[in-house]
């Protein structure tokens, strides 16, 4: 699923993300939220950054995750505008840690994954950052999933822990759980 990502040419993962934003911003969900938790993309994931931008025009406040990989956690950070992440010694753009929101105060996640099922089962890189974060009883906001219709798949391999998805956004559909 990697490789068959990694191979979209530049021009097509902004195509497809570029549709995957415009079925995001459909669900009814996105505008009453007020607090979003948006994963900056890396390594040909689905682009957020239209959606980021979009957010932030709308007044709406964005938060970015940051990862400690020391403690194999994920935290969430305010940003007010793209210039404002670095990206990581992993390759991946992060905000600083400067102003940490609090999990329970997040109403939207977008969350990134190498492959999803239309039960909600995501299978991520395996470190498990987002099923520990997702696991704690203080997340409450919806899960939204941001995919390339390819890495939607007939079953992914799922252990008890594993957070499931309430619904998966790609560039032809939206599968709600």
Known sequence: MLSKRRALKQKEVLEKSLAIEKHFFLLKEVSEAKI????ADFDNEPSTRG?????????KKVCVPETDFENNTLSFCQ????SELRETEHGIPEPEGQNPVAASEIGVFVVPGVAFDAKGHRLGF???FYDRFFSSTQVKGLRVASAFDFQLVENVPKEPHDARMHFIVTEKRIVKI
């Open 51 to 59: 959606i980021i931008k979009k957010l932030l025009s709308l007044g």
């Open 36 to 39: 979003f938790g948006v994963y």
């Open 79 to 82: 940003i007010s505008s793209l």
């Open 126 to 128: 395996g470190a498990g």
